[in-house]
């Protein structure tokens, strides 16, 4: 058999010399970026040898006899996935990012996988695993000496380390200020950020749950009949591929004759679902959001069973990330294979095949909330039939750096428009019970999208860093005048503040109680969008 013979100390240097100069690319190449237009040659070449000193001494804590080998093994294969999801998405594996990779789906990890992405984990991660598992390390030297040797290697790497800060303390100061999400990009800190995870989602004792909003209650409406409104929650929609929102091209041909009221700028509360999706349901803002503390409190459709609306989520994405935990829960079942489901993942439209069934199965005021896969990529091409495709050509394919800007827009303007046309059938459904209900829908989207733009591709960057295709949000609203009258809404009031005011998923909770037309103490006026258009 294959045995690479070599000591510790050799060992941790290599290691430490392939993470700072080759799975560290993506930094050093944003560094190079950054410092273009700058005469800061040799303070860029400094950071790959400054990151080989760092994991010479964070390598060195991890170097114990049988458990060396399995962890290096790991950490050089997931930190090449990590490296490969950095230069070629810019995705940054932070807390947040660690939240939503874990607590995603199988069809959406599967959505990330091509001959690319494969070959290039194959070569950077697999390989480099496979001779690690080959290595046998010497130990024929005296414990002492080998001791010596590693501690002389770290010492070493301290003092380089050392020297090379104070030589470009300015340059680094400076860079770092300037762009604080730098240090996010260091591979791998995913691995940190993983354990900081698990940490607080397995081994911290979970808060005391706290019930809220409990003396919610229904205001009847003027015409006496129950409510039955849509709450369609998008995935991946950004507000400035919006054609009610001044985009250029008609991507919402569907709903262009319904009325719809589009909401200009609007916020997100986070970049990625794991993070969005609780806190837009949570009366928590976005300032002081806290998942424990949001997953531990009643959320807003709990506050509307307790006025005794019957709720039903269904989800086409993968999981309601808890926002669903005290009401009727059906999860699309993506393993199907029909006309709208390829065995990995279905089409919008699936939700609405048994919508009729579900409303006759619920009683009194009734809520359905639908979770849309919508927008999510890389595989936007899967998120539509191929006939509804109006722009052209299309990126038909998970590996979106090979496809031009062009396609690439095409492809998610595309899944807009599907979004559009899921939105206008079910409101074409709504329409069909305003004769025995008041009907309306909402519809916000948890995050935006990154096409390309800054070098950027998806979503998931740091909130703090993050560009407005990632934050801005579209939000609508389809208001029967039967709906307005019942529940005293001004319709043009709401136009004027839709075009006018500036709101974000802090505005959800309050809204949506307000616009259903359900009082609470829970309920904020000032983020009730619907408080001030009451007549």
Same mark, same amino acid.
């Given at each position: 058999m294959l045995?690479?013979?070599?000591?510790?100390?050799?060992f941790?240097?290599l290691?430490?010399?392939?993470?700072?100069?080759?799975?560290?690319?993506?930094?050093?190449?944003?560094?190079?970026?950054?410092?273009a237009?700058?005469?800061?040659?040799?303070?860029?070449y400094?950071?790959?040898?400054l990151?080989?000193?760092?994991?010479?001494v964070?390598f060195s804590l991890?170097?114990l006899?049988?458990?060396?080998?399995?962890?290096?093994?790991?950490v050089?294969?997931s930190s090449?996935a990590?490296?490969?999801?950095t230069?070629?998405?810019?995705?940054?594996?932070?807390?947040?990012?660690?939240e939503?990779?874990?607590?995603?789906?199988?069809?959406?990890v599967?959505?990330?996988i091509?001959?690319s992405?494969?070959?290039y984990?194959?070569?950077?991660g697999?390989v480099?695993?496979?001779l690690?598992?080959?290595?046998?390390?010497n130990t024929q030297?005296?414990l002492?000496?080998r001791?010596?040797?590693r501690?002389?290697?770290v010492v070493?790497?301290?003092?380089?380390?050392?020297?090379i800060?104070?030589c470009?303390y300015k340059?680094y100061a400076?860079?770092?200020?300037?762009?604080?999400y730098?240090?996010?990009?260091i591979?791998?800190?995913?691995?940190?950020n993983?354990?900081?995870?698990?940490?607080n989602?397995?081994?911290?004792?979970k808060?005391?749950?706290?019930?809220?909003?409990?003396?919610?209650?229904?205001?009847?409406a003027?015409?006496?009949?129950?409510?039955l409104?849509?709450l369609?929650?998008?995935?991946?929609?950004?507000?400035?591929?919006?054609?009610?929102?001044?985009y250029?091209?008609?991507?919402?041909p569907?709903?262009?004759?319904?009325?719809?009221i589009s909401?200009?700028?609007?916020t997100?509360?986070?970049?990625?679902t794991?993070?969005s999706l609780p806190?837009?349901f949570?009366?928590l803002n976005h300032?002081?959001?806290?998942?424990?503390?949001a997953?531990?409190?009643d959320?807003?459709l709990?506050v509307?069973?307790?006025?005794?609306?019957?709720?039903?989520?269904?989800?086409?994405?993968g999981?309601?990330?808890?926002?669903?935990?005290?009401?009727?829960?059906?999860?699309?079942?993506?393993?199907?294979?029909t006309?709208?489901?390829d065995?990995?993942s279905?089409?919008d439209?699936?939700?609405?095949?048994?919508?009729?069934?579900e409303?006759?199965?619920?009683?009194?005021?009734k809520l359905?909330?639908?979770?849309l896969?919508?927008?999510h990529?890389?595989?936007?091409?899967?998120r539509?039939p191929?006939?509804?495709?109006?722009?052209?050509?299309a990126?038909?394919?998970?590996?979106?750096?090979?496809?031009?800007? #062009? =396609?690439?827009v095409n !492809?998610?303007d595309n899944t807009i428009?599907?979004?559009? +046309?899921v939105i *206008?059938?079910t /409101?074409?459904?709504?329409?069909?019970?305003?004769?025995?209900?008041n009907v309306?829908?909402?519809?916000?989207?948890?995050?935006?999208?990154s096409?390309?733009e800054?070098g950027l591709?998806?979503?998931g960057?740091?909130?703090?860093?993050?560009? #407005? =295709?990632?934050?801005h !949000?579209?939000?609508?609203m389809w208001?029967?005048?039967? +709906?307005l009258d *019942?529940?005293d /809404?001004?319709?043009?009031?709401?136009?004027k503040?839709a075009?006018?005011g500036?709101?974000?998923?802090?505005n959800l909770f309050?809204t949506?109680?307000?616009l259903?037309?359900v009082?609470s103490e829970?309920i904020?006026?000032?983020?009730?969008?619907?408080a001030?258009?009451?007549?």
């Amino acid at each position: 058999m294959l045995r690479i013979n070599i000591s510790m100390t050799k060992f941790i240097l290599l290691y430490s010399l392939y993470f700072g100069f080759v799975l560290n690319i993506p930094i050093i190449s944003r560094l190079m970026a950054i410092t273009a237009d700058s005469n800061l040659g040799l303070f860029v070449y400094s950071a790959p040898l400054l990151l080989t000193c760092a994991f010479v001494v964070i390598f060195s804590l991890f170097a114990l006899p049988y458990f060396a080998k399995p962890f290096f093994m790991l950490v050089v294969m997931s930190s090449a996935a990590a490296c490969y999801a950095t230069l070629k998405y810019g995705v940054l594996f932070d807390y947040s990012m660690i939240e939503n990779v874990i607590e995603t789906n199988s069809g959406e990890v599967s959505s990330y996988i091509n001959f690319s992405s494969m070959l290039y984990l194959f070569v950077a991660g697999i390989v480099p695993a496979l001779l690690i598992a080959f290595v046998r390390f010497n130990t024929q030297e005296p414990l002492l000496t080998r001791i010596l040797k590693r501690l002389v290697l770290v010492v070493v790497a301290i003092l380089i380390g050392l020297l090379i800060t104070v030589c470009f303390y300015k340059d680094y100061a400076s860079v770092g200020r300037n762009n604080a999400y730098l240090n996010k990009m260091i591979v791998p800190a995913h691995i940190f950020n993983t354990f900081k995870y698990l940490k607080n989602e397995v081994f911290t004792e979970k808060l005391t749950y706290k019930r809220q909003g409990e003396d919610a209650v229904l205001s009847p409406a003027k015409n006496n009949k129950p409510t039955l409104m849509v709450l369609i929650v998008g995935e991946t929609a950004r507000s400035m591929n919006i054609g009610y929102n001044g985009y250029t091209r008609n991507t919402n041909p569907y709903t262009q004759d319904m009325s719809i009221i589009s909401f200009q700028n609007v916020t997100s509360c986070g970049t990625a679902t794991a993070h969005s999706l609780p806190c837009m349901f949570s009366n928590l803002n976005h300032s002081d959001y806290n998942k424990s503390r949001a997953n531990s409190q009643d959320d807003v459709l709990d506050v509307l069973t307790h006025a005794n609306v019957d709720v039903l989520w269904k989800d086409d994405d993968g999981g309601d990330k808890s926002v669903a935990k005290g009401v009727r829960l059906i999860n699309v079942d993506i393993h199907q294979k029909t006309d709208l489901c390829d065995g990995e993942s279905c089409y919008d439209e699936v939700m609405l095949k048994t919508f009729d069934d579900e409303v006759a199965n619920m009683q009194g005021n009734k809520l359905i909330a639908m979770h849309l896969i919508g927008s999510h990529g890389p595989t936007y091409f899967k998120r539509y039939p191929h006939k509804q495709a109006l722009f052209t050509p299309a990126c038909n394919k998970s590996d979106i750096e090979n496809c031009t800007d #062009e =396609e690439i827009v095409n !492809v998610y303007d595309n899944t807009i428009a599907y979004t559009d +046309y899921v939105i *206008a059938e079910t /409101i074409k459904k709504l329409q069909d019970y305003a004769k025995d209900y008041n009907v309306a829908l909402m519809y916000m989207s948890d995050h935006g999208e990154s096409l390309g733009e800054k070098g950027l591709y998806l979503h998931g960057t740091p909130y703090a860093f993050a560009p #407005e =295709e990632q934050t801005h !949000v579209p939000l609508f609203m389809w208001l029967p005048q039967q +709906y307005l009258d *019942a529940k005293d /809404i001004d319709r043009s009031c709401l136009i004027k503040k839709a075009k006018q005011g500036s709101f974000s998923h802090d505005n959800l909770f309050h809204t949506l109680l307000g616009l259903y037309g359900v009082k609470s103490e829970v309920i904020n006026p000032r983020l009730d969008i619907i408080a001030s258009c009451r007549l």
